[in-house]
């Protein structure tokens, strides 16, 4: 049940979800250059104006989003700026301070996640994914989290082939 992988990296169903996304912040941008159009030669109350510069933000928010996402789908995920990260594909299994065992795979962009799997996924680019690069099952990571350092045990790793 090997899933195709481009040779951007991105996998099959990676690949169509962003391509999903990018269709419907296609559409939404373009509904939003109509409603900013028609904000220009308007002459409003506070709320108006309040509204426009609303619908102008987010006219710059898609902008950047599509961008990003096309990107994605030209070349896949950016290269790490000089830290070994795992590989999108590894499986960890790790066993968190609460005593809990949870195995993860590996992924290098947030895209990638499959759906209803969330919980079991790990971006390589993470803290913890970046904690764990380069070490081996056994070995206690520390990594950052919200609320302060966390620790987690290695218990196994498994590169793709």
């Not at 990018?22 to 939003?32: H, T, Y």
């Not at 006219?59 to 590989?87: K, W």
């Not at 195995?103 to 913890?128: D, K, Q, Y």
Request: glycine share 10%; hydrophobic share 35%.
């Amino acid at each position: 049940m090997s899933e195709e992988v481009e040779p951007t990296g991105l996998a099959d169903a990676a690949r169509a979800r962003i391509a999903a996304e990018l269709a419907r912040l296609r559409e939404r941008r373009n509904q939003l250059e109509i409603e900013v159009k028609n904000d220009r030669g308007m002459v409003g109350d506070h709320g108006d104006a309040a509204d426009a510069i609303q619908r102008a933000d987010e006219l710059a928010s898609l902008e950047e989003r599509i961008t990003e996402l096309d990107r994605l789908l030209r070349t896949g995920p950016a290269p790490s700026d000089g830290g070994d990260l795992l590989p999108g594909g590894t499986e960890v299994t790790l066993r968190f301070s609460d005593g809990s065992v949870v195995t993860m795979h590996v992924i290098s962009v947030v895209e990638e996640t499959p759906v209803g799997r969330e919980a079991e996924t790990l971006t390589a680019g993470s803290p913890l994914g970046v904690a764990l690069a380069g070490h081996k099952p056994g070995d206690t990571v520390t990594y950052t989290t919200p609320q302060g350092p966390n620790q987690v045990e290695l218990l196994d790793v498994k590169y793709p082939a």
